[in-house]
């Protein structure tokens, strides 16, 4: 069967060439390497904060879209989102003295071998969702019992040298609150401001991966420039800049306890490999004067010119508000259309909102709850690619390492509307939908393979 079957994959999470600005980046480009006063500048080391035209224009973009005033020493660029949370963890944090990471599951399943990277396997804790985003009562009480139980490491000596211009935090806490990937939810204003504070009590930083804020749409209406509120919410750096100085003693310098990491990966294309961070003046410098930054320079600095030629004339928004946006609704609408069709009457459920309460969508990604099937979405997986040619993302592969009894997903599968064509999103559906059939009509002999598949795994 699987070959005549043309494969789709709806795990890769990536942008279908139609999203990509290819012309947009080609014309500037030729632009910014036909500028003698400008060409040598973009293709030497640059500035460690990185190239302040990029600054400019994104803190005008950015104030605009949250409401904020426009901020250039809150700003630094970024390699993206994935190398700049190597650099924050290089910053902020100490594998002797920063105690836990706190990562909101479902989580961004690469970013657990990030943290583990830097030394903190092992040390990677679950917290899980509801509707409204972060469950805040069960983090709390998870803190206050850590707290207790490592009363004898309080005291740890980093094994980083202290000094005026670096803040090491006890509790590292990573999110995705804006159209989260896997789940697609987004995070409540009031768990926002609930979160910060939590982070101020427990000298926590909050590391919010804020890259699907500008990908957002309304489920029924047509996609203008214009966002509803809801679609603007304030970033956890934003909430934590207008709490003003944190009333605990353990941020003097004001480095604050939320940083917002962003990218243009999802805007302009992965390739681009450039991205922003926002928080505190103090915060930013120190990111800035990370040792592998000093050493080779701002990061992307070739692309930070062409994304700033694109961003100073609006061409990007422009990109984003007439071709990005209205493509990822169309298609999200076509996946939960072929959902509600095929899957939703063998007992799968979906969220349609991103926000509890609002008629908004955002992100690349749709979350599935399979609902009281038998089998695993880790075996409905493996069955789904041999007997389909069809790729999923289980649940499970979703769950914090190390703490995976915590927050278990066993009965979920992660789905990308952002990649596979049009039509093939409808049919990929439409397959399951018969794959999930034949497992419920064919019981037994499905439940026989799942028996042997569990002895040999």
């Known amino acids: 069967m699987l070959a ?14 139609g999203l990509l600005p290819t012309k947009l980046l080609s014309s500037a480009c030729q632009r910014v390497l036909a500028d003698q006063d400008e060409y040598t500048e973009m293709q030497e080391y640059g500035s460690c904060h990185g190239l302040t035209r990029l600054r400019k224009g994104l803190a005008n973009w950015v104030g605009r879209h949250y409401g904020v005033a426009p901020d250039l020493e809150r700003i630094c660029i970024t390699g993206g989102a994935s190398q700049n949370l190597v650099c924050i963890l290089q910053c902020f944090s100490d594998v002797n003295y920063t105690r836990a990471v706190w990562i909101v599951a479902p989580c961004y399943h690469l970013a657990c071998g990030i943290f583990e990277d830097s030394g903190f396997a092992g040390r990677l804790y679950a917290v899980p969702e509801d509707d409204e985003g972060i469950d805040l009562q069960i983090f709390d009480r998870r803190l206050q019992e850590f707290e207790k139980q490592d009363k004898q490491n309080r005291d740890q000596k980093p094994f980083k040298l202290p000094s005026a211009d670096r803040k090491l935090y006890r509790h590292l806490i990573y999110t995705v609150p804006t159209c989260s990937n896997p789940s697609g939810r987004t995070m409540s204003v009031g768990r926002r401001e609930g979160l910060v504070k939590l982070a101020r009590k427990y000298d926590a930083l909050v590391i919010s991966d804020d890259v699907y804020d500008f990908l957002q749409w309304p489920l029924t209406e047509p996609v203008t420039q214009d966002r509803s509120p809801e679609m603007r919410l304030p ?26 990491n962003a990218s243009f990966s999802k805007i302009s294309g992965p390739s681009v490999r450039t ?26 600095q070739l692309c930070a010119a062409m994304l700033a030629e694109v961003v100073e004339n609006g061409q990007l928004q422009k990109f984003v508000d007439e071709t990005v946006r209205p493509t990822l609704q169309r298609r999200h609408r076509l996946m939960i259309d072929a959902i509600h069709r095929h899957l939703s009457p063998l ?42 040619n069809i790729i999923i993302a289980p649940g499970q592969m979703f769950a914090v390492h190390g703490d995976e009894r915590s ?30 059939s034949r497992m419920h009509n064919n019981r037994e002999h499905y439940l026989q393979l799942a028996s042997m598949s569990s002895k040999m795994g």
């Open 4 to 17: 005549s079957q043309k494969q789709i994959n709806f795990l890769r999470g990536w942008p279908t060439p």
């Open 235 to 260: 970033r956890l750096c934003d909430i934590d800049r207008y709490m003003g100085p944190s009333p605990s003693d353990n941020d003097p310098h004001g480095f604050g306890h939320a940083v917002s």
């Open 275 to 300: 991205g922003w961070a926002e928080a505190s003046p103090m915060f930013i410098a120190r990111i800035a004067r990370t040792a592998a930054t000093r050493s080779g320079g701002a990061p992307s």
């Open 347 to 388: 007992g799968v459920r979906t969220r349609v909102g991103s926000l509890n309460g609002h008629e908004i969508y955002g992100g690349y990604f749709v979350w599935l709850d399979m609902g009281s099937s038998e089998f695993s979405t880790q075996f409905i997986a493996d069955v789904l690619k041999a007997e389909e």
């Open 407 to 436: 927050a278990s997903f066993d009965s979920s599968v992660r789905l990308c509307f952002a990649w596979e064509a049009e039509q093939d999103i409808v049919d990929g559906i439409r397959r399951m939908g018969q794959l999930l």
